[in-house]
């Protein structure tokens, strides 16, 4: 299985770049910069990668990225991403970064902006994976800072394809930043949101309703809502899920208590993704090895899950067509029936 699921091909819709900073480059980084880290040595730093809640490990996580400073700094980061991405068989990745993390303490959006496209490019250009590059909001800071973020942006939205929003779910409702999203729709960028997470079904339903985002992510708990249910079922409306990240997390007890197969089978357009995955115990192939062993899902399940990668994805029709055909003809002659 790890075989067949390494060699079928596979977008990734959700997953935060920062969110891939392994404690080794953390380290050689800190040391670059002469930035202080909690934990001595990458051991230290990797074992104290245990969380109570989204925001125990958004403490952990902001304080690391503390370390990306320059150009050369973003360019690794990402770079060491895309090597992984290549070995798993991953062909097309959308992936997020959150600029607000880095120029609250002073590094210039320029700086992470082009540090992140020039390993993307270059990863096209070796590898051949295609991307889509998302910036988010970070929910718990202003939805005036989101504006002077997305104005920032606006210079530059020939590279970024879309804008999102995450960090702190609870007392931060899509609402909020209404406005910001319907500047940035007018500008052309396309809409995700992270919705139903830590927060209730509604917060799904609102994403949809008032930022009028393309897709979700996570959304486990639209399961709350039948209603909401049948929607995204008949509208296809994606959820990014990310399974090993919501155990990490306590959403869930097990990826054995996950509710995604449950939701495919039901009909959802539902994808498996890593989030960030450097502190959650798992990349993109980890997170379907894991639903195959725990939830008892089957080759053609796995597969279902990829073709939804690309559906869900902002690829152009005739791209997610390829990839259709991709993954039909890999199924033909596939290891694992």
Avoid at 26 to 44: F, I, M, N
Avoid at 120 to 149: K, P, V, W
Avoid at 208 to 215: F, N, T, W, Y
Avoid at 322 to 330: C, K, L, R, S
Wanted: aromatic share 8%; net charge negative.
């Amino acid at each position: 299985m790890e075989a067949f699921i390494r060699g079928l091909p596979k977008a990734e819709l959700h997953l935060h770049l920062e969110g891939t900073l392994e404690p080794e480059l953390a380290v050689r980084l800190a040391s670059k910069h002469g930035v202080a880290l909690p934990y001595g040595t990458v051991e230290e730093l990797r074992r104290s990668y245990q969380f109570t809640d989204l925001q125990s490990f958004l403490d952990v996580y902001l304080a690391g990225a503390n370390v990306l400073r320059d150009e050369d700094d973003f360019y690794a980061l990402t770079a060491a991403y895309l090597r992984k991405s290549h070995e798993q068989g991953v062909v097309h990745v959308e992936v997020f970064f959150d600029p607000q993390t880095h120029t609250e303490r002073g590094v210039a959006f320029v700086t992470v902006l082009n540090g992140i496209h020039r390993a993307l490019m270059e990863a096209e250009q070796n590898y051949g994976i295609t991307h889509r590059l998302i910036m988010c909001f970070l929910r718990h800071l202003s939805a005036d800072a989101a504006m002077q973020t997305l104005t920032e942006a606006l210079p530059h939205k020939a590279l970024i394809a879309g804008i999102g929003l995450d960090s702190t779910e609870t007392g931060h409702p899509p609402a909020k930043y209404a406005a910001v999203f319907e500047r940035a729709r007018r500008e052309g960028f396309l809409a995700v949101a992270h919705a139903g997470e830590e927060g209730p079904a509604s917060n799904v339903r609102d994403a949809l309703d008032i930022l009028k985002v393309q897709r979700i992510d996570h959304g486990v708990r639209s399961d709350e809502d039948a209603a909401l249910l049948d929607r995204l079922a008949r509208e296809r409306i994606p959820l990014t899920m990310c399974p090993l990240s919501n155990v990490k997390l306590k959403v869930f007890q097990s990826v054995g208590d996950h509710n995604i197969r449950r939701l495919l089978q039901r009909g959802l357009c539902v994808t498996i993704n890593s989030d960030d995955p450097a502190y959650f115990g798992g990349y993109l192939n980890e997170n379907y090895l894991a639903v195959h062993r725990e939830l008892g899902m089957s080759a053609q399940e796995l597969a279902q899950l990829a073709r939804n990668s690309f559906e869900a994805s902002f690829l152009a029709p005739t791209h997610k067509q390829h990839w259709f055909t991709a993954i039909d003809e890999y199924l033909r002659r596939a290891p694992l029936n």
